[in-house]
């Protein structure tokens, strides 16, 4: 089981409401993404990060915003939440291993949290 | 444009019995192939990962293959048990690619029944 935690595991909110998604990984891990992913569809990267003040932006276009300022904490912030953001988000941590090409990388997922905005 | 396709999108199996669960993927350049696990309401879990010299590899009573000519991966679960129920999605990496700049398939949500 991988080490890496998301809070809070459900979330249901109203329009307009500013709110964060926790993400922390205690495997020292220096690479961190953000997924999102619907129901019975697949998950889009939104959002990752290399290292500590490193964040880039996804595949998928996303009002959200991330920050790292450490290693082991990677939050997502939504301003202003819309029933558009309803959606799972799937928080992840990576870091190559000694002697094999990066694009090996193993992604190791946390629980996601579930968000509903009404 | 690099897609991964998965079927069948469901399946219904009874326990103890095999299944064999496809991948098909346009991805080019090619790196790796993933085989996750993913049970409800949790993050996906990594099952196994092939690169392209590589066409079958086995976890436990999971077993992937590659053909990288045709682009065709599957997995086979051997006497499935009740915790197999989930979602198993395919994962195709292209090579030389930015990290994270994975494409992933819908998945196969496979239920086993006792």
């Known amino acids: 089981e991988a080490d890496i935690y998301q809070t809070p595991r459900y979330l249901v909110i109203g329009t307009g409401k500013k709110i964060t998604l926790e993400c922390s990984q205690t495997m020292g891990h220096d690479k961190m993404y953000w997924y999102q992913q619907d129901p019975g569809m697949e998950l889009h990267l939104i959002h990752y990060s290399y290292g500590v003040n490193s964040t880039e932006k996804g595949d998928l276009s996303s009002e959200s915003t991330v920050s790292r300022i450490r290693t082991e904490h990677f939050p997502l912030t939504l301003e202003s939440a819309r029933p558009s953001h309803t959606s799972q988000y799937l928080c992840?941590?990576?870091?190559?291993?000694?002697?094999?090409?990066?694009?090996?990388?193993?992604?190791?997922f946390g629980p996601g949290t579930r968000l509903t905005v009404l | 444009k690099n897609q991964v396709e998965q079927s069948p999108q469901s399946l219904i199996i009874l326990e103890g019995k095999n299944c064999t669960l496809q991948c098909n993927y346009t991805v080019s350049p090619f790196s790796n192939l993933r085989w996750y696990k993913q049970d409800t309401g949790r993050g996906p879990v990594s099952l196994t990962i092939m690169t392209f010299s590589e066409n079958t590899k086995s976890n436990g009573r999971y077993t992937a293959t590659l053909d990288a000519d045709t682009k065709q991966s599957s997995l086979h679960i051997t006497a499935s048990q009740l915790s197999d129920s989930a979602s198993y999605i395919c994962?195709?990496?292209?090579?030389?690619?930015?990290?994270?700049?994975?494409?992933f398939g819908r998945g196969t949500q496979l239920t086993v029944w006792p």
């Open positions: 994962v195709v990496s292209d090579r030389g690619s930015t990290l994270g700049r994975l494409y």
């Open positions: 992840a941590s990576s870091e190559s291993a000694s002697g094999t090409p990066v694009e090996t990388d193993t992604q190791y």
